[in-house]
């Protein structure tokens, strides 16, 4: 049908019954709530992965410090072995034993190669190369009015260097590489051939080269790594300082940590064995070489790309402490106050989910998708019952305004729509047109048919008359077999003109009451318009039009009236 009923309920739009759907109301409640537990567990998600990401920097930094705690010895030992010849220098010790030593020296310093106290128990030898082997190196030099004394420096700090050795105390290894052709260390020498080679490859390594005054300015400690190449935890880590007194360049000091004991240290101090603490540590250079780890090597060396290592460089440069996620794995990473290099924690996604944070991270994932679910089951069950409830209420309010057999507005909103209506079109001055409509000889179709066959002929009559009409205009059924028809803007031709519409649309119709039964009707139409008297009053025009009805009916039924009859003059 064309004629829409929800248009025809009063003082209610179809607009504002869809703004207020409760179903509507409802997803909204349920929308708001998901994303408020959604947002709180991802505040929470995000507190645990800083509680995680802090956690990963301790663990890192307690194994960074107990490792750095042993680099920090070396350095002070190293410094001290520096304070010491300087002051040994500047103050050296008048003995028989050392002026014996010098004689011992200028007698030997032209041969090829050379030691100096040798029978000595309480002190280190001084090995040393011929001035000829000096005059032909540029950096090696022995024009230094302070030789004497530096020898002497060297003596004394071999007491020191045979005190370390029989005590084991780390570094294990030390050395003093003189300018001057000489040198002393804690490695034995085998035999007086091995003197020149050893002391040939001393002033060859970085960290003797590195200590000129264009190399290092600052005069500070340097690091030097010195691996060997495809060898597990073998080469060592040196840290040198330059001695230098009264604005000459006399030599270097040095002490070497071997690789495989930076190794046990490190072993020693990260606490694999914890389940918490799981990870891969592995220690680096300033130059992002690999020096050693807790996992085999071969491991270690696969364990970043390319372009992973140009980011955690990156990273690296920005600041000393940091971590970062490289897809499945969460990288950490310490520098060390005392070693030029980085320790760096890997941690996996495997051993993240099987620590305290991955098992509460799951759990709290569990809790939200079960949340999650309980949540879509109610709204679904209480959208389902708003809906059946919004369904019902509809249904009730629509037998309330309409007769739920020919679905057209019942004689109360009937009532009501017209007085709205005619008072618009009076306050609009527009016509304003009612017609009566009764169908004829109703009461001979239920005796002869029966109610059902009635209900028939009234339901298809109100479908006629609503397909008839427009939007604006509305039709209501006021009684057993009367309908009254509103019709604003319309003046009373027009109206008639709809009646008259009306009337053959209901005549012409054949109605199958039964299975081999149908019946004609028809029915009698009374019009009357506002203008006609100025009178606007619904009842008014309800009385007139059905007077016109009744006159319809006794001038022979099936028939439109719209005027009164004219009395004879």
């Not at 969460?330 to 980085?342: A, E, N, R, T």
């Not at 309010?397 to 005619?422: H, I």
């Amino acid at each position: 049908m064309r004629h829409s009923t929800f248009n025809n309920v009063p003082g209610q739009s179809h607009d504002a019954g869809r703004y207020f759907d409760p179903s509507w109301v409802v997803n909204l409640c349920f929308v708001i709530v998901i994303v408020c537990s959604t947002v709180l567990t991802w505040r929470e998600v995000l507190v645990l992965e800083n509680a995680y990401a802090t956690s990963q920097r301790s663990a890192l930094e307690n194994v960074s410090n107990a490792l750095d705690m042993q680099m920090q010895v070396g350095v002070e030992r190293l410094l001290f072995f520096r304070h010491t010849m300087e002051a040994a220098l500047q103050t050296p010790l008048d003995l028989n034993i050392l002026r014996k030593r010098h004689g011992e020296f200028d007698s030997k310093r032209a041969l090829p190669q050379w030691q100096v106290g040798r029978d000595n128990q309480r002190t280190l030898p001084v090995y040393g190369v011929s001035d000829y082997f000096v005059e032909q190196t540029a950096l090696l030099t022995r024009d230094n009015p302070n030789l004497h004394n530096e020898l002497t420096a060297a003596m004394e700090l071999g007491y020191l260097f045979r005190l370390s050795t029989h005590a084991q105390m780390l570094p294990r290894r030390a050395w003093y590489i003189s300018r001057a052709g000489f040198f002393i260390t804690t490695d034995t020498q085998a035999s007086e051939e091995t003197i020149v080679p050893t002391y040939y490859r001393l002033l060859m390594r970085p960290w003797f080269t590195g200590q000129q005054r264009q190399e290092n300015r600052g005069r500070g400690v340097r690091w030097f790594s010195d691996l060997t190449p495809g060898s597990e935890h073998h080469g060592d880590v040196t840290a040198s300082v330059p001695l230098d007194y009264q604005g000459d360049w006399l030599g270097a000091l040095g002490v070497s940590f071997s690789v495989d004991a930076i190794h046990a240290l490190l072993m020693h101090a990260s606490p694999a064995g914890e389940e918490t603490e799981k990870g891969e540590y592995l220690l680096y250079d300033s130059h992002l070489k690999l020096i050693t780890s807790t996992s085999p090597v071969d491991n270690a060396r696969r364990a970043f790309n390319a372009e992973e290592r140009a980011r955690l460089s990156a990273e690296m440069e920005r600041d000393t402490l940091g971590g970062l996620r490289l897809g499945a794995r969460y990288i950490s990473w310490q520098k060390l106050k005392h070693f030029d290099g980085v320790l760096v924690r890997i941690h996996t996604l495997r051993e993240g989910i099987t620590g305290d944070f991955g098992r509460i991270s799951i759990a709290m994932a569990i809790l939200w998708l079960l949340f999650m679910t309980m949540l879509l089951v109610a709204w679904g069950v209480i959208r389902r019952m708003v809906k059946n409830m919004y369904a019902m209420q509809n249904t009730l309010q629509w037998q309330a305004w309409y007769d739920p057999l020919t679905r057209l507005c019942n004689r109360g909103v009937l009532f009501e729509r017209a007085k709205t209506l005619s008072q618009l079109a009076r306050t609009q001055k527009l016509p304003f047109a009612v017609i009566q409509l009764d169908l004829d000889h109703f009461k001979e179709v239920n005796d002869r048919f029966g109610h059902q066959a009635g209900d028939l002929v009234l339901s298809h009559t109100a479908g006629l008359i609503s397909s008839s009409l427009d939007e604006q205009q509305v039709a209501g059924r006021v009684g057993g077999e009367e309908f009254c028809i509103l019709l604003p803007g319309c003046t009373r031709a027009g109206a008639a003109a709809i009646a008259e519409r009306i009337r053959q649309r209901i005549a012409s119709k054949e109605i199958l009451i039964h299975k081999h039964t149908t019946i004609r009707i028809s029915a009698s139409l009374g019009v009357s318009d506002a203008l006609e008297e100025g009178n606007y009053d619904f009842e008014h025009l309800q009385s007139v039009a059905d007077r016109r009805l009744y006159r319809a009916k006794h001038q022979g039924r099936n028939q439109v009236c719209a005027e009164d009859e004219i009395p004879n003059s």
